[in-house]
């Protein structure tokens, strides 16, 4: 049983969760993601900085499908709600075109100029447009899977715990249909003990219940939780604690990408002959 982490002092939490201290490298990597990204607007059909709100910050691109009635992918960035951009993502767009799918990247406010409370209801604006226009650009909206990496992991889970009937009345209980989280946070207690997100994202014990989705009751669709071999124990820890707190039957993938850090793992979910990859053409009925 994957238990709450033992409280430690500040500094194990921040080389816990510090990815960036972690791997030296991952600005090479993040140069990757945009040029790839870059490559990929040049390449494919899109509608960029459409608005799904009012704020600057809630806007997002659309690579349309190539057919009417085709399942429709989301895919939220990381950044611990605080860093990156929609134009960093680009690059998980053309391997899921190409097989079949609409892909939908949303932008959100970052902290500490808002909250993750702010950000999660921006989320379910972007997936709530996303309903209301997947047609428009070849989506089925009755076929909507929710992908996020890092943050985006943890906003994914939050979406398909989300009780749609309290956004808008007309939406169906089941928007989203499934959700694969990418080396995502479920509880966000350790993260609030990590000092170089303190001042930024500014949890308080109140916030953490309200937004840790390990604790909420068991959502109907399936969750595919994955984390990179070569992360830190407690990217490892929340990864099985998704499991065990809701259980086999809701979370029915749990898996660790060998070799892969928090970076690098997110390029398993683009390779049309990695698993990751065949995991999300799985949930988007595709595979």
């Known amino acids: 049983m994957a238990t709450a982490a033992v409280q430690q002092e500040p500094a194990w939490y921040e080389a816990q969760y510090n990815n960036r201290a972690r791997v030296p490298e991952h600005g090479a990597v993040l140069a990757r993601w945009t040029e790839a990204s870059r490559l990929a607007r040049e390449g494919l059909r899109h509608a960029l900085d459409l608005p799904y709100g009012d704020s600057a910050a809630e806007r997002l691109d659309v690579f349309a499908a190539e057919r009417p009635g085709s399942p429709v992918l989301v895919f939220i960035h990381g950044g611990w709600w605080r860093a990156l951009d929609k134009a960093d993502h680009s690059f998980v767009a053309p391997a899921y075109v190409k097989a079949g799918a609409m892909v939908v990247v949303p932008n959100y406010g970052l902290c500490p100029a808002v909250t993750i409370e702010d950000i999660a209801l921006q989320m379910t604006r972007a997936l709530e447009w996303t309903w209301r226009h997947a047609a428009e650009h070849g989506g089925d909206p009755s076929r909507i899977v929710v992908a996020g990496h890092s943050a985006g992991g943890h ?64 959502p109907r669709g399936p969750l595919y939780a994955v984390v990179g071999g070569q992360e830190s124990d407690e990217h490892l820890r929340q990864n099985r604690l998704i499991r065990d707190q809701w259980g086999p039957s809701t979370v029915p993938v749990c898996e660790t990408v060998v070799g892969k850090n928090h970076f690098d793992v997110l390029h398993e979910f683009v390779d049309p002959a990695a698993r990751l990859h065949a995991l999300g053409l799985r949930l988007l009925g595709l595979g």
């Open 155 to 218: 906003l994914a889970a939050m979406l398909l715990a989300c009780r749609w009937k309290t956004v808008a009345e007309d939406l169906p209980p089941r928007l989203v249909t499934g959700a694969l989280s990418i080396s995502g946070v479920f509880d966000l207690d350790p993260i609030r003990q990590a000092p170089f997100l303190q001042a930024d994202l500014q949890l308080t014990p109140a916030s953490v219940k309200r937004l840790s989705p390990a604790f909420f009751p068991r």
